[in-house]
């Protein structure tokens, strides 16, 4: 074979080569778009326009990742960002569109949701038939009811047929003195526990459309009919029992009479939720300790553990302090112990009753604090775990802050005739923040949403008596709309608790461009020294 034959052959190799790649990754990406498309039309069919359209839009960034070339660097990030934008962006996204919604306890559902939910509602029309039940079951799990009225008569029920009278059926077992047969051709008595343990039976109806019986309760079935009609271009639910027309109202059906249906539905309310949390007098009363202890937790948490952690690196920080190594790693332990273990275990030691507090505290002194009890001293010893939790991550930041400040600037100091607290006042401490600044602003922050040591210590107790909302004396903002929306029931107020969230998530903003405003007041005084 020729030079120029093996070129070709391999040029023909390269190129089939390549056109089963580009038909596979084609293959690939019409298979994802399918699924995607599949799953963006249920999620926009039952109501959830959010969760479809955010679908849609990312399935579309990844085709022109795919196919457009100059995007093929991200490609290999593709699945980082999919997973990226849909368990991050797309939740805040979320938590920012439920705030201005009613979701919550009674509006869970969708609106085609809950037209559906409605309409599986039966009653018992005038004239229809009622019967005391005995189910039956076949080897290929099929059910058939004998019926009973209260005349006495009997009948069995199979799913699609007529009902077929007692007296006419010949496939009927032996009666008992009830009149009820043990068998059914090859169908088996149901006893109580059986019944309880195939649920599904209550969900099929016996009998055809004209005489069909649905099973009620666990002693009655009956001639039952749906109780709701939805009328679509009136967009309104009838009750056939009584005539009652029921009309949509802020995710609620509602009649004229203000009657409510059982099942509402997610709908938008403005901006009620934000409004509700300024202004109800059910919020105000708690709502205002909540928001000062938030404020006062963070600032002491922050304050407290730079403090001791400074005062630890500063003491460890001299060379000459024998067995300062050993030392500062057996201080660095409670940082080594996960936080949740730590918590748990500070819980056990404040116990009323028998921590080991209390007890040395009545060896020593006589004297048993409420710890879980009295608000001040739940205040006081959340302080002291977050404290001990806090204080080894200032002491590690301060230890190599403070060795990097130059000695001469001390050296020049003593020559001026500087004491040690105006070395320390003048020049440890403002090279010291200029260092860990951000990091106080970042440590203030993170306590200011420190919801583990709060709800892990103690749930925000003690409760805040006569409040209508569930408060504690000790919860702060974030635990506080955990309880809100989902400690009070069935998600009771996910629209009020997202509405809240958001409004964290600015005063946390604020917060922290006026702490970074700070830092750079500390720079410039930093630069002077």
Not at 81 to 89: E, H, R
Request: with cysteine; net charge negative.
């Amino acid at each position: 074979m020729t030079a120029q034959a093996l070129t070709n052959s391999n040029r023909s190799s390269g190129t089939s080569a390549t056109l089963s790649t580009v038909m596979l990754r084609m293959v690939l990406l019409l298979a994802i778009n399918a699924m995607a498309l599949w799953f963006a039309f249920m999620a926009f069919g039952q109501g959830f326009f959010a969760l479809g359209g955010a679908v849609a839009i990312i399935t579309a960034g990844v085709n022109y990742i795919i196919l457009v070339r100059d995007m093929y660097p991200l490609r290999w990030m593709v699945v980082g960002l999919v997973m990226m934008l849909m368990f991050a962006i797309y939740p805040i996204i979320l938590t920012g569109i439920v705030a201005f919604t009613n979701y919550g306890d009674g509006h869970l559902l969708t609106k085609p949701q809950s037209i559906e939910q409605i309409l599986k509602e039966r009653y018992l029309p005038e004239g229809g038939a009622a019967f005391s039940w005995t189910g039956f079951i076949n080897e290929a799990d099929e059910y058939v009811l004998f019926l009973q009225n209260d005349a006495g008569e009997g009948f069995v029920a199979y799913p699609g047929r007529e009902l077929i009278p007692a007296v006419a059926a010949t496939d009927l077992g032996e009666l008992d003195g009830d009149g009820i047969p043990a068998g059914i051709g090859d169908y088996e008595r149901l006893n109580a526990l059986q019944v309880a343990a195939n649920k599904d039976i209550t969900d099929i109806q016996f009998g055809t459309e004209l005489d069909g019986v649905k099973i009620r309760t666990p002693q009655e079935a009956a001639q039952l009919e749906q109780k709701f009609e939805y009328f679509a271009d009136q967009d309104i639910l009838l009750d056939k029992e009584t005539g009652t027309e029921f009309f949509p109202r802020e995710g609620t059906w509602v009649s004229n009479g203000s009657e409510e249906l059982t099942f509402g539905f997610r709908a938008n309310v403005g901006v009620d939720n934000f409004t509700r949390f300024f202004t109800s007098s059910a919020f105000r009363g708690p709502l205002v300790r909540i928001i000062l202890w938030n404020f006062a937790f963070a600032f002491l948490s922050v304050f407290t553990t730079f403090a001791l952690g400074l005062g630890i690196a500063y003491i460890f920080n001299d060379p000459s302090l024998p067995g300062r190594r050993i030392i500062q790693s057996l201080l660095l332990i409670p940082y080594t112990i996960p936080g949740l273990i730590t918590i748990r275990i500070w819980k056990g030691m404040f116990n009323d009753q028998v921590g080991v507090v209390n007890r040395g505290l009545e060896m020593l002194f006589d004297i048993s604090p409420a710890w879980t009890v009295d608000p001040w001293l739940a205040k006081a010893a959340i302080l002291i775990v977050n404290l001990w939790l806090g204080y080894p991550y200032f002491m590690l930041i301060c230890s190599g802050a403070l060795q990097a400040i130059p000695q001469d600037l001390y050296a020049a100091a003593e020559v001026d005739g500087a004491n040690g607290w105006q070395r320390f006042w003048n020049i440890t401490l403002p090279l010291l923040l200029v260092a860990v600044g951000p990091l106080l602003v970042a440590s203030f922050t993170y306590n200011f949403n420190n919801f583990n040591l709060i709800f892990l210590f103690i749930e925000g107790g003690p409760p805040i008596a006569n409040s209508a909302t569930r408060a504690g004396h000790t919860d702060i903002l974030i635990s506080y709309v955990y309880n809100l929306a989902f400690a009070a029931g069935r998600g009771k107020e996910y629209g009020l608790g997202a509405a809240i969230t958001i409004i964290i998530f600015v005063i946390v903003a604020v917060i922290t461009l006026l702490q970074f405003r700070y830092t750079q007041m500390w720079e410039e005084v930093g630069e002077n020294v």
